[in-house]
């Protein structure tokens, strides 16, 4: 707690492990405005003095300034450090992006097969070396001309040339490039036919000619055009060798091709003629976390692991595993997907065919399917999936651009590729398992339910033994970041275990004791629950009235099923839980007030004008056909009556509910289902009685205008319209708060009452889970 109160006061930012460049730009000025910098960039000069007892001082102030602007995390990568350069250049290695600690020099250089053999890599042999590449000649007179007309883009007079001068071909264009080079810097302007053309016109040699940048004309191709794999396909042809020539930073073709924006077809190619005995084991692994980040579960991927599945765990450029960077992305699982009823249905309606296995010995488990699912449910399973892909065919014609398309085509790589990851876990040595700790933390933090599953299957993996660096459980991980799914998935109610008793007491016991255990700061998980972290998923709830109810009911939860001792343990700074909760939610507290009170305070006015406008229509009511003492007869005159009665009740008690709320105390508790139970009434009443004063008003204008509708029509049209847009509105905020109360409970699984297809209890799920 003093560390983050300390931060704001050094720099407006806490640094966590996402936020390095920007806390280090932030801290590095204020160390400048204090005149501390030359402490933490030591200096030759200041090496003498470093022992002086200012200096001492100044060092003193700079690492306390350092170490109080880290949040409890990065603290305690550098709470052992005792000199400010220290604290900093370990801050730099961990927490720089792309940030690598080992020298190019000390990558793993071995070949893949090499590495990781296999059964068909025993009798591989190299067959060919990295190329280094080769510089152009000196221009001879033909080589002059060649390059005018090159440089004035002349290109058929080009092409004759080289056909009568074949030596031209060598010539230097412009920063040591070719005229390949040239035609590629102006492909826009120079067709592909003319590049096909000058390749053909070319030596072998000619095309492994570097610029002075240290590139070939193929390396150009694919960083300014990847898509253009057509040309690259002939300059392949032409010379394999193009395949094994690095560029300067010695990045091979396939993985630049793979880093690219429009470089996925590129990188199939370029993969599949690539020979497996030039790809070091560095790049493969870059070529793994490409795939990850950039989403690309494509051939390159699926060779790469159901080869080498062991590539998950080799360190990439940036110093990242794989299999790490596939826990971080939330985006290539299901549950980090949300959609419309109408996206849903197309979604589950879209058939993806699955890659083929390599090796026919590895096979992927299927989902169990749901043995209750008999009889007419079957036939209704089907009629309901044929629907749903005629609605694919009829109204997705572009179906390989479409979002969804694509969407399910990377959930349905995931289910197969996660298989084979997960196998990997199960012939390592115990210290390389620290790898598949740290993934399952991460997948913890970004809410990837799929990832966990499959792999806490593994006995190896155990719950309570899977922690973070701060001394955090999964439990622990998915209540600071308040991710329901995962807490759903790792986690068992009380009141279902007592009522089901499928695990018995024992089990229940070990559930209640992981809520009591201790991070590194003496936080149990009543403590986790009650801090917002730079992790906690607080935004995606609508309203901050709504936002501090899922912050009680996430708190109320894990109460309920803690041992009374976990609710009044202390952390280090000498706080419970209670404490904690309201520390760090006044700011939230005291804005849901403020909404709560202006809602109230607006809908009671509206309230109280329909009252007035009620009660003063029961002395007006308009004469009618059946006589002339101001009481319509029939009856319109019944309707009008009870309609003017229930505009008028239901008002008032709107006004007397929002009147409540505005007394209210509005404690903690007040906030978690007693206000918004307020609140819903009071809504609820509000609309009630402008859709019945919109009705008796209609009454009215029949009444008046008898024999003329369309002026009645007419008039009712245009009054209705802010009227409606203000009912659409309100409730919209009604339902919200419908949902967030009394909707299903966010920790537990809805009860499987009927037996339902899967597909139809997906959907259902996935759109209510759409307002959590």
Aim: one cysteine or more; glycine letters at 4%; a neutral charge.
């Amino acid at each position: 707690m003093s560390r983050l109160n300390m931060a704001i006061t050094v720099v407006p930012i806490v640094l966590n492990r996402k936020n390095y460049d920007d806390w280090s730009s932030r801290i590095k000025t204020y160390l400048l405005a204090k005149d501390l910098w030359n402490v933490v960039h030591l200096e030759t000069e200041d090496e003498e003095n470093a022992q002086s007892r200012a200096w001492k001082k100044k060092d003193a102030k700079a690492l306390y300034a350092i170490q109080n602007s880290c949040g409890d995390d990065t603290y305690k990568l550098i709470k052992d450090k005792t000199t400010a350069k220290e604290a900093w250049d370990t801050l730099y290695q961990k927490l720089k992006p792309g940030h690598d600690e080992r020298p190019l020099s000390q990558k793993d250089r071995r070949p893949v097969i090499q590495a990781f053999p296999t059964q068909t890599d025993h009798d591989a042999t190299p067959e060919l070396t990295m190329e280094e590449g080769r510089t152009g000649g000196a221009n001879s007179d033909n080589g002059e001309t060649f390059v005018k007309y090159v440089v004035s883009l002349k290109w058929n007079d080009a092409i004759k040339f080289l056909c009568d001068h074949p030596d031209a071909g060598s010539a230097i264009i412009s920063d040591g490039g070719t005229a390949l080079h040239y035609a590629i810097w102006n492909l826009r302007s120079c067709s592909a036919r003319i590049i096909e053309q000058l390749v053909g016109l070319m030596t072998r040699e000619d095309l492994q000619i570097k610029d002075s940048n240290g590139l070939t004309a193929l390396h150009h191709l694919i960083r300014c055009y990847p898509e253009r794999v057509e040309v690259a396909e002939s300059m392949v042809k032409k010379n394999r060798k193009l395949l094994t020539i690095l560029d300067s930073e010695e990045t091979p073709l396939v993985v630049e091709a793979q880093s690219r924006e429009k470089g996925e077809r590129m990188a199939n190619y370029l993969f599949s003629e690539t020979p497996p005995e030039t790809l070091e084991v560095t790049d493969a692994a870059q070529l793994i976390s490409l795939g990850f980040r950039l989403e690309r579960f494509d051939i390159v991927l699926w060779d790469l692991i159901q080869h080498y599945p062991k590539l998950v765990m080799v360190k990439d450029y940036n110093g990242d595993f794989p299999l790490i960077t596939l826990a971080s992305k939330p985006s290539p699982f299901s549950s980090g997907s949300r959609f419309g009823l109408l996206e849903k249905l197309i979604y589950h309606g879209i058939r993806i065919k699955p890659l083929p296995f390599i090796d026919s010995r590895v096979n992927v488990q299927k989902p169990e399917s749901d043995q209750r699912v008999q009889g007419w449910l079957i036939w209704l399973e089907w009629i309901a999936m044929a629907i749903m892909s005629a609605m694919v065919k009829v109204f997705r014609r572009n179906l390989e651009n479409d979002p969804i398309y694509k969407m399910k085509l990377v959930h349905e790589r995931i289910k197969q590729f996660l298989p084979l990851i997960c196998k990997v876990s199960e012939h390592v040595e115990s210290n390389e398992m620290k790898s598949f700790d740290t993934a399952l933390c991460v997948a913890a933090e970004r809410g990837n339910v799929e990832y966990i599953t499959h792999f806490l299957k593994d006995p190896s993996h155990h719950l309570d033994d899977i922690k973070n660096e701060k001394g955090q459980n999964l439990l622990q991980i998915a209540a600071e970041c308040r991710q329901r799914q995962v807490f759903d998935l790792i986690y068992v109610p009380y009141d279902e275990l007592k009522e089901q008793r499928k695990y018995g007491k024992d089990q229940f016991d070990r559930i209640r004791d992981r809520v009591g255990k201790k991070d590194h700061f003496g936080n149990n998980m009543l403590h986790t629950v009650a801090c917002i972290s730079s992790l906690s998923k607080i935004d995606h709830t609508q309203g901050v009235a709504l936002q501090m109810q899922r912050e009680l009911q996430w708190f109320k939860e894990v109460e309920s099923i803690a041992y009374p001792k976990d609710c009044e343990s202390v952390n280090k700074d000498n706080m419970t839980p209670r404490e904690v909760f309201t520390e760090n939610h006044k700011e939230m507290e005291k804005e849901a007030k403020s909404s709560i009170k202006e809602t109230s305070t607006s809908c009671s006015v509206v309230s109280a004008l329909i009252v007035t406008l009620m009660f003063a229509a029961v002395f007006k009511i308009p004469s009618g056909k059946d006589g002339n003492n101001g009481v319509p007869g029939g009856k319109l005159s019944t309707a009008l009556i009870v309609l003017d009665a229930i505009s008028l009740f239901s008002s008032t008690t709107s006004v007397i509910i929002f009147l409540n709320i505005l007394t209210s105390s509005y404690s903690e508790d007040d906030l978690w289902i007693h206000l918004p139970d307020q609140m819903m009434m009071g809504l609820f009443t509000l609309l009630l009685s402008i859709v019945s004063m919109i009705s008796t008003f209609s009454c009215v204008l029949y009444i008046e205008l008898d024999g003329k509708l369309w002026v009645v029509i007419s008039c009712i049209l245009f009054v209705s319209v802010p009227l409606s847009l203000f009912i659409l509105k309100k409730s919209g905020v009604l339902f919200e708060i419908l949902i967030s109360t009394y909707g299903p409970i966010m920790f537990r699984e809805i009860r499987k009452w009927v037996p339902v297809p899967k597909w139809l209890a997906v959907l259902v799920k996935d759109l209510i889970s759409n307002y959590f």
